[in-house]
Nanobody
């Protein structure tokens, strides 16, 4: 199994940017497709973005298209989520998740991190 640790969350003003990191350990991340999900206060967890195991395919929720970019650096065993033009409605706990050989799907991830809080002030 691969262990995942998110970092990079924090408090930012609307219009600002953050970059989240999902660092993997235990196994090389290169075998895994990785997704980012978020859970806003009082709401269910939702899909944000995903990248395939080979990096050739990405997938985004409509609400973040054009503002968020997912990428991976297998040499650093890390997947990133660059978040620009942040809005108050992006406030949530952000989780990364992984599944072997995944092709940037929105579901069926079986390894999860503990999450990192992102708060966007208006």
């Amino acid at each position: 199994q691969v262990q995942l640790v998110e970092s990079g969350g924090g408090l930012v003003e609307a219009g600002g940017s953050l970059r989240l990191s999902c660092a993997a350990s235990g196994r090389t991340i290169s075998r895994y497709g990785v997704g980012w999900f978020r859970q806003p206060p009082g709401k269910q967890r939702e899909f944000v973005a995903a990248i395939s195991w080979n990096g050739l395919r990405t997938n985004y929720a409509d609400s973040v298209k054009g503002r968020f970019t997912i990428s991976r650096d297998n040499a650093k065993n890390t997947v990133y989520l660059q978040m620009n033009s942040l809005k108050p409605e992006d406030t949530a706990v952000y989780y990364c998740a992984a599944r072997q050989w995944s092709l940037a799907t929105t579901y069926e991830y079986d390894q999860w991190g503990q999450g990192t809080q992102v708060t966007v002030s208006s």
